[in-house]
Nanobody, 126 residues
């Protein structure tokens, strides 16, 4: 069983920053693909950033240059550093993990993971 617990969400102003964390526990090898998916207030699910089983990193176009995904295997923790936040970045952010062997780009495009956390909310005001 894999458990993912996110934290770090909050309310910021346009241009602000947040750092999301996702602590993984259970039977989860260090090379499991992991990533972040968000659900917008309108209900759309979007892949945001992901690290593939080969270490490849991918981002959705709208967050490139502003968001950074990283992983600390010693702490079993996935991070998402978000800078210059915009109102369109608002939503519920979920951490995901997958038992496959695919590149990060697949998970950003598909927003498809096997395991999910409970989510952490990000609000960005103008």
């Amino acid at each position: 069983e894999v458990e993912l617990v996110e934290s770090g969400g909050g309310a910021v102003e346009d241009g602000g920053s947040l750092r999301l964390s996702c602590v993984a526990s259970g039977n989860i090898p260090s090379n499991y693909p992991m990533g972040w998916v968000r659900q917008t207030p309108g209900g759309t699910r979007e892949g945001v950033a992901a690290i593939g089983s080969d270490g490849s990193i991918s981002y959705r176009d709208s967050v490139k240059g502003r968001f950074t995904i990283s992983k600390d295997n010693a702490k079993n923790t996935l991070y998402l550093e978000m800078n210059n936040l915009k109102p369109e970045d608002a939503g519920m952010y979920y951490c995901g993990a997958h038992n496959g062997r695919l590149k990060g780009a697949y998970y950003v495009a598909s927003a498809n993971f096997h395991y999910w956390g409970q989510g952490t909310r990000v609000n960005v005001s103008t």
